[in-house]
């Protein structure tokens, strides 16, 4: 039918409001409307219609851009018989169990690696255990969250929005942290992490490396190597593979149980990490590493990541199974968030080809990105705008346009570049600016990735679709040239998926067209009522056509967006959404005898189809369609974003019981909840878990058979009345608040400050007798010292690779010593202060402005006070030197081996005698924090003695507050440490943070968290101030100790201050979280 006025008297049938179909989900403008019939044999043509046809003759609406309507019409057309697919039927969308498994000894169109027929693909996408699996994934370093009993808290935000997978890089350097030593305990452990995937139902591909860049230090190799190895690193040279041998065969060892094959979650295995395929000592180094697993019990596909079109690892040397690339279109820089880099048009080309016979895989594609040090930094909350749901609408579907059917979104939850985890580019966040944040939280961004991901669990037939072209040819038909369209098509089922975006990307421009397509009813344009498809500046959207739901249930088209179809219960279920400020429709097939239906639905004939029209104004949810057969919804995006659909997990028994298509195929619908994690229905009673930050009204749709709902155990009263508007079968309506307990949380002051000093070296009564001679001669890295007199003072070669070191020379002053030549390197945003005895010679800067004017190294002269030298006398230079972790890998071959120390040292008279360092107690080989592990402490003389840790007795320090600096204005370090109470009772998750002054001071603070290293704020750069910490390094339920390592740069009065403050308060979390934080001892530490 096509809408009319009331003064047409022509065909004119009044309704009144009440068969609107507007419930108190939905809202609506009181007015009149009439209907006109539709010739039919317009959708039956075998012609495309003129884009000036019938259904832009409709008198154009005025003043309805906020008055709801839906408007329902009947247009009987026989929907054709679909075929069978040779996977699952795409007629049924929900019902993978139905199926039978592929026959895998036919082999028929498949590939896989010889020693596992569990994973294979073929040019479509990956068939795992029979079943054809479209890829879902984000990234997730679990490192990055030394709290394992958290990790599951991601996963069930991963899989709350529709995702199936994860990418997991490992860290060498922490799991090999010296020669001959691996240590896969506490978070560091992979067990944890696969039982935590098997219980949310989520798929791993395991990125081990050893090299995995990742913006951390060395890219993640062991620092050991970087000073012991004498070959060039990620080559075939015999050292460097002698080097990654532990380590890989305790990942292998790890890894093995938990394989797609028995049972587990792995289902590849990355080797090492965006490299380039020549020359051939790197081909070698690929097959090298590829032998290990061959001659192991690993049996999941090999897989590399080329960091560009460059057709790396496809064929030749060191080739893997299955070929993919990264792609980062908007790059690392967030300062002009609003500004677009357009969209990567060759993806699809490009992958024809060079692979066209394997599914199109993205190991990494832009999910946020990384900031750097400095003033000008604009921070993540500007990449979260950069990277935020219109980019992730544009760009996502763009790449899904490709024809890309394994994805994984880089970064999903970035995390804590703790300690010294993160190279020198980065600092202490690793926030990302992605869909969660670094404290968990879930951010604007989530969003529109669940509405995408619940798209994607509802629409297997996108699993198998060939590229059949886009609207630069013939093939696909727009009024528009503004609007590009892309059209993907399942070879069995027929299913279109129309893929349409503005034709210059980064538009912020509407842009309004129609668009002809092929049906089972034939070849036609839509919209068939409305005016137009609009894409609303930065938008994409997909039309879909021949889509199959439920048991049998079919869109012939629809403008309106998926947002969830399949069966619940013993109905056919489909959740369709649109912008409120422009209209779309559908045409579906509607089955059975309506309780609740939309206005003008007043027949519906046998194997017909309605064209449902959605006008400009809708907002919130309203029942389209509801009979014991079929359910139809619709809402505007943003409510559609509230809504979860929790998988119901098959018995345990069950192999993989909590993964979709494999041991489990229903699903229900939850709106208004913070999050809903999970659902499981016993009996008649079903059982949500989730958060809850505020009140909301809980809607569900579920079997018709539960009876009773519980929120946390809770049971829930429903609304009944409420719950009869929205459907007469299945659904439930009720009010959730969290308790009044969430009001009562406030964050504990930081007050009680104690302080004492932490530079005891530049006093004359200080020994260095037992600290490390520095006397070596000869150095593995390739960067050698500028000038001095051959020694080599870089710390790494005296075990101290990270964190904070000091060197103390030694020399005789003559008459005429005046000063002393000093080049330093620290990397990206350092800075090194020096002493002569007691006396401060000044401070040299690294810097980096958001990755500009970048100085990883100084060389500095130091004058001599005339008052300072001891003539005659020893005297004594001390560096303070920070070392902001070494480099990854880059143009120049072993940047890795990065010289972090004194690359020139040189009186202007006579000579220097001893050199002394000191990092971490212990080094590398006997660092004393087994559990924080050894890139948690470093050399500072307050973190050597322990005082970060929590126990350790400050009572007979000084009482000092924090923002009084240190003492006399002098430049120096100083450590302040305090203790506060927590008492926050289990089923809650507050996120916490410690923020310090937002200001431009000369200094940097270190701050420890009962024990760990969880913040390095630079203030002169920042531009981080605000440090998360996780509950579980925060102890929710006792005492917690904050110490602070102030360095003053100046001799001038620093100001810092630090509190505390909460995050949200959500009533929810995963239950009780662990701590693990050694007490202090004295073992070692004198």
């Given at each position: 039918m096509r809408l009319k006025r009331a003064g047409d008297a022509s065909n004119t049938i009044l309704l009144q409001d009440s068969e609107r179909g507007i419930n108190a989900f939905g809202s609506a403008e009181k007015e009149k409307v009439t209907f006109e019939a539709v010739d039919s044999r317009l959708l039956q043509s075998d012609m495309p219609l003129p884009l000036g046809g019938p259904s832009s003759s409709s008198p154009k609406r005025r003043g309805l851009t906020w008055v709801l309507f839906v408007i329902l019409s009947v247009l009987c057309v026989l929907v054709s018989p679909v075929r069978r697919s040779n996977i699952f039927s795409p007629a049924s969308h929900n019902d993978f169990s139905r199926e039978e498994p592929v026959d895998m000894l036919a082999g028929t169109g498949f590939t896989g690696n010889g020693r596992t027929t569990d994973v294979l693909w073929d040019k479509y996408s990956l068939i795992i255990k029979g079943q054809r699996v479209f890829i879902h994934s984000g990234e997730f370093h679990t490192f990055r969250l030394p709290v394992p009993g958290l990790w599951l808290d991601i996963l069930q935000k991963v899989k709350a929005a529709g995702f199936n997978a994860i990418s997991v890089y490992t860290h060498m350097a922490l799991v090999n942290p010296s020669p001959g030593v691996i240590d896969l305990n506490g978070y560091r452990a992979l067990e944890p992490l696969y039982e935590a995937a098997k219980q949310t139902g989520i798929w791993i591909v395991l990125r081990p490396g050893p090299y995995i860049n990742a913006e951390t230090t060395a890219g993640g190799i062991a620092h050991w190597i970087t000073s012991e190895v004498a070959g060039e690193l990620r080559t075939n040279a015999t050292d460097w593979k002698a080097a990654w041998q532990d380590y890989v065969q305790s990942i292998i060892t790890e890894t093995v149980p938990y394989q797609v094959t028995r049972g587990g979650p792995v289902i590849a295995i990355q080797i090492d990490n965006e490299y380039s395929q020549a020359p051939a000592t790197h081909a070698e180094y690929f097959a090298e590493l590829e032998t290990v697993y061959l001659n192991s019990p690993i049996v999941v596909p090999l897989t590399a990541n080329d960091p560009g079109e460059e057709r790396a690892w496809i064929n030749g040397t060191g080739a893997v199974d299955i070929y993919g690339m990264d792609s980062y279109p908007q790059r690392f820089d967030c300062s002009h968030p609003d500004v677009w880099y357009p969209v990567v048009t060759s993806y699809h080309s490009y992958h024809e080809s060079v692979d066209p016979g394997q599914p199109w895989y993205f190991p990494e594609f832009q999910g946020g990105s990384f900031d750097a040090w400095g003033p000008t930094a604009p921070g993540y909350d500007q990449c979260r705008v950069l990277t935020g749901a219109n980019f992730e609408n544009v760009f996502n579907l763009h790449l899904w346009a490709s024809n890309a059917k394994l994805i994984n979104y880089y970064m999903l939850y970035g995390g804590t570049s703790w300690g010294a985890l993160p190279f020198p580019g980065v600092y202490t966040s690793y926030d990302y600016g992605s869909a969660i944040a670094e404290n968990r939280e879930l951010t604007v961004k989530y969003p529109e990735l669940k509405r995408q991901g619940l798209f994607l669990r509802s629409s297997p037939d996108f699993y198998k679709t060939d590229w059949v072209g886009d609207s630069t040819s013939r093939i696909v038909s727009v009024s528009n040239p503004a609007a590009f369209v892309t059209l993907l098509r399942n070879p069995d089922s027929a299913a279109s998926f129309y893929i349409a975006r503005q034709e210059n990307s980064t538009t912020t421009d509407v842009t309004t067209f129609k668009l002809n397509v092929t049906t089972s009813a034939g070849n036609f344009e839509v919209p068939r009522v409305t005016s137009s498809i609009t894409l609303a500046g930065r938008q994409s959207k997909i039309i879909v056509t021949d889509y199959s739901f439920g048991s049998s249930s079919k869109i012939l088209y629809s403008t309106a967006q998926v947002l969830y179809a399949g069966r619940i219960g013993g109905r056919d279920v489909l959740y369709l959404y649109g912008d409120s400020t422009s209209e779309s429709e559908a045409a579906l097939t509607l089955r059975g005898t309506p309780r609740i239906q939309g206005a003008g639905v007043s027949s519906v004939p046998p194997n017909g189809v309605t064209t449902v029209t959605f006008l400009s104004g809708i907002q919130g949810l309203i029942t389209i369609w509801d009979s014991s057969e079929q359910l139809v919804l619709y809402s505007d995006p943003d409510t559609a974003g509230t809504f979860w659909s929790p998988e119901i997990p098959a018995q345990d028994s069950v192999e993989f019981a909590n993964y979709w298509q494999f041991g489990t195929n229903s699903s229900i619908l939850v709106g208004g909840p913070y999050l809903v994690r999970n659902a499981t229905i016993t009996g008649s009673t079903l059982a949500l878990r989730g958060d809850l930050n505020d009140s909301v009204q809980l809607t569900v749709i579920a079997p018709d058979d539960v009876k009773t709902v519980t929120w946390n155990g809770i049971p829930i009263s429903a609304d009944v009345a409420a719950a009869s508007d929205l459907t007469y079968q299945g659904g439930f309506v009720a009010q959730l608040q969290p308790s009044s307990t969430v009001l009562g949380f406030?964050?504990?002051?930081?007050?009680?400050?104690?302080?004492?000093?932490?530079?005891?070296?530049?006093?004359?009564?200080?020994?260095?007798?037992?600290?490390?001679?520095?006397?070596?001669?000869?150095?593995?890295?390739?960067?050698?010292?500028?000038?001095?007199?051959?020694?080599?003072?870089?710390?790494?070669?005296?075990?101290?690779?990270?964190?904070?070191?000091?060197?103390?020379?030694?020399?005789?002053?003559?008459?005429?010593?005046?000063?002393?030549?000093?080049?330093?390197?620290?990397?990206?945003?350092?800075?090194?202060?020096?002493?002569?005895?007691?006396?401060?010679?000044?401070?040299?800067?690294?810097?980096?402005?958001?990755?500009?004017?970048?100085?990883e190294e100084t060389d500095d002269n130091f004058v001599f006070p005339p008052s300072a030298l001891l003539f005659d006398q020893e005297n004594v230079i001390t560096i303070l030197q920070d070392n902001m972790g070494l480099n990854e890998s880059g143009s120049v071959i072993d940047e890795e081996k990065s010289p972090r120390g004194v690359r020139g040292f040189m009186l202007d008279s006579g000579d220097f005698g001893e050199w002394k360092v000191q990092g971490k107690v212990g080094g590398y080989t006997k660092y004393l924090d087994k559990v924080r592990g050894v890139l948690n402490e470093g050399g500072l003389y307050g973190e050597r003695m322990g005082w970060h840790l929590p126990g350790f007795d400050t009572s007979s320090w000084a009482e000092r507050n924090l923002s009084e600096g240190l003492p006399d204005a002098a430049a120096g370090v100083g450590f302040f440490v305090t203790t506060f109470d927590l008492n926050i009772p289990e089923g809650y998750d507050i996120p916490m943070s410690f923020v310090f002054d937002d200001t431009s001071q000369p200094y940097r603070a270190q701050l420890y968290v009962n024990g760990w290293m969880m913040g390095k704020r630079v203030s002169n750069l920042g531009p981080q101030y605000q440090f998360p910490v996780q509950q579980g390094i925060l102890d929710y339920s006792g005492t917690n100790t904050v110490a602070v390592a102030l360095w003053a740069m100046e001799p001038i009065v620093v100001t810092p201050t630090l509190q505390l403050t909460f995050g949200g308060v959500y009533e929810g979390g995963v239950g009780s979280i662990e701590t693990n934080n050694p007490l202090w001892s004295s073992e070692g530490r004198s």
């Open positions: 406030t964050p504990p002051a930081l007050t009680g400050w104690r302080y004492a000093d932490s530079l005891p070296e530049i006093r004359s009564e200080f020994s260095d007798a037992n600290w490390t001679l520095a006397d070596h001669t000869t150095t593995n890295i390739p960067f050698k010292p500028y000038y001095g007199d051959g020694r080599v003072l870089y710390g790494c070669d005296y075990e101290y690779c990270e964190n904070i070191v000091l060197w103390r020379g030694h020399f005789t002053a003559m008459e005429d010593t005046q000063s002393v030549n000093l080049s330093i390197n620290g990397g990206e945003a350092f800075a090194a202060t020096v002493w002569l005895n007691d006396v401060f010679l000044g401070t040299s800067y690294g810097n980096s402005t958001n990755n500009l004017n970048i100085l």
